[in-house]
């Protein structure tokens, strides 16, 4: 009996972004946006730490409800968008991302749109 080795679906979009998720707003933690590594492909978006970190979080594309550019003025930050998604038991959550410029977070938004 072979075994069948899983290959991993291909990367769509990678790179470093800076995201927050919305969860336990307080005065602290609300503006503190954490680097991290994202893959999008055409099952899941994950990130972690660094590419060659081990652990990675993963949410499936299917998952994911809404993509939408955030207006500069909610965060005083620029080129933000926010990925809406849906957990296990239906209850929405939200993560805020921050891109490097206004083309990165265009083709951001584009593959996330196309993937979910």
Known sequence: QPRVLFHPSVTI?????????AEGVNLVTRFTFKKRYFW????TLSYSKSPDWQVRSSIPVKRI?????VDENAFQQQNMMQIITQ?????????YIQCKN????NQWLSALRKAS
Do not use: Q, W
């Open 13 to 21: 979009k990678e790179g470093y972004l800076h995201k927050r998720k």
């Open 40 to 43: 999008l492909s055409s099952e």
């Open 65 to 69: 409800c809404a993509v939408e550019r």
């Open 87 to 95: 957990d296990n038991e239906g209850l929405p959550h939200t993560m």
């Open 102 to 105: 206004v083309n990165e977070l």
